[in-house]
Each structure stands twice: as C-alpha cells, then as structure tokens.
C-alpha cells in the first residue's frame, strides 16, 4: 500500500513486532522501517498519556489530577507513530479506505481491553463538518467505528452490545485545519464547533466518542463536553493512534 511492491501475504514478517492485521496492507520492509509503537500499560488512568519505564502503574499524570478533560478515559489502538501513524495517513489523505479495516479491528481489541466495563455504550464518530465532508468524501472516524463495530458483530454474533450514532452529535461551526496550531489555539479553533440535534439519543447514554487521532485533545474534549451537557452519563474517548 506505501512501496506498490506484491505483498506475499504468507511470508512471515521476521523481527519486527507490528501487529498481523497489516500484513496484507503493507509489505514486510515497509513494515520493518516504519516499525511499531503499541499502546500499553504504563499509562495516565485518564487521558492515556504513556510513561516510559517499566516499574511504573497507571496513575493520573499531573495534567489529570489538575483538571482531567472532558473526554473521560482516552485509550487508543496505538502511539501515533510508525505503521499506526503511516496508516491513518493514508486513510485520512490519500483515500485508502481499506484501511479502516485492520485499524477498526484493532480499535476493538483495544476497546475490550480498556473500555468494556460499559454497559451498552454507544459510538459516536467525532463529526467533520458538511464542507470538509463534501470535499473529503468521508468521514474517516465514521469508517473506523463502522469496522470496529462490524468486526464485533461477525465475532460476537447478535450478542455485540456496540451500536453507533452518527447522527446526534454534529460539527455546527467551520474551523480552519488545525495541524501547525499549538495547544491554546487548538483549543480556540473548536470552542463551540460541535452541537447536539437529537438530544434524546444521548440522554442517559455511556459514550464512546471514536476518532482517528488524540493529539492535545482540544477536538475530542470538546465534542465530549457537548455530550455531557447534552446528558450523556459518560463519555470516554477511543482513537486509533494517540500521539505522545
Ligand atoms: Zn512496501
Ligand atoms: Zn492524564
């Protein structure tokens, strides 16, 4: 998917610990350079900032124990990083939808690892504003929720408690791409971006916001504090690839 080189799906991937659902997607060098960073313990019981070092717990880092964002527990598939962060890449910006697939199938281990104490949680794709979506052509946390919850039900049959709703929460304002923003002006840019249209959807409801990339969390926290004030009884973030 990255070189154009035939992937020869069973020659094994030596020495290189990236998770087997790439294999069809990228070849093994590719795989072998870009390499892989999983999310695991150690990290913040809150926004999921990893700690290095191997005699650390989970516990709230500073951040948190100060004022914890509004997207609840953030947990994620991956660190934005090597082949997680090569694969949301192309999904996002060259159109490779087909990605949605294995990152979807690894939102979902990350999900029964991390989140499913919930009871009947709803997924709820963090929106792209009407514009962005013409111009894209689709909205990639969409793809990633549709897969991750597909994915449940081919495994769990009709004993999946994961449903989505793309439709509740909505992106009201247009804000500019906020790449090269630091974390105040991230912050600035989606103030009041987000609004609920179907507020008895989310009432009472254990939300799962899904998204692609947890980078300051400003997108996600604000989305969250949306759903909050709209009733939701939690909300907890799930991403694909969180960056440090
Ligand atoms: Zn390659
Ligand atoms: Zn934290």
Do not use: W
């Amino acid at each position: 998917m990255k070189c154009g080189r035939y992937i020869d799906v069973k020659r094994p991937v030596e020495g290189v610990p990236v998770p087997e659902v790439f294999r069809p997607y990228f070849c093994p060098s590719c795989l072998k350079k870009t390499g892989h960073d999983p999310f695991e313990p150690p990290f913040c019981s809150i926004c999921g900032m990893k700690f290095y070092g191997d005699h650390l717990k989970n516990h709230r880092c500073g951040r948190c124990l100060g004022s914890p964002p509004d997207a609840g527990r953030v947990r994620a598939a991956g660190m934005y990083d090597g082949v997680m962060k090569e694969a949301v890449h192309l999904l996002k910006y060259s159109g490779r939808i087909g990605l949605a697939l294995p990152l979807g199938a690894l939102m979902l281990d990350a999900y029964r690892r991390y989140l499913s104490d919930l009871p009947l949680p709803l997924l709820v794709p963090v929106p792209l504003h009407p514009s962005k979506l013409g111009y894209r052509g689709f909205n990639q946390s969409f793809l990633l929720a549709r897969n991750l919850c597909r994915r449940a039900v081919s495994d769990e049959g009709g004993g999946s408690k994961l449903s989505i709703d793309c439709h509740s929460l909505v992106r009201s304002r247009k804000t500019p791409s906020q790449t090269d923003f630091t974390v105040e002006q991230r912050k600035r840019n989606v103030k009041d971006a987000f609004d609920v249209t179907r507020t008895d959807h989310i009432r009472g409801r254990r939300v799962v916001l899904v998204d692609d990339v947890y980078t300051t969390g400003a997108t996600c926290s604000e989305a969250a504090g949306r759903l909050l004030k709209a009733g939701a009884e939690s909300v907890d973030t799930l991403v694909a690839a969180r960056a440090f």
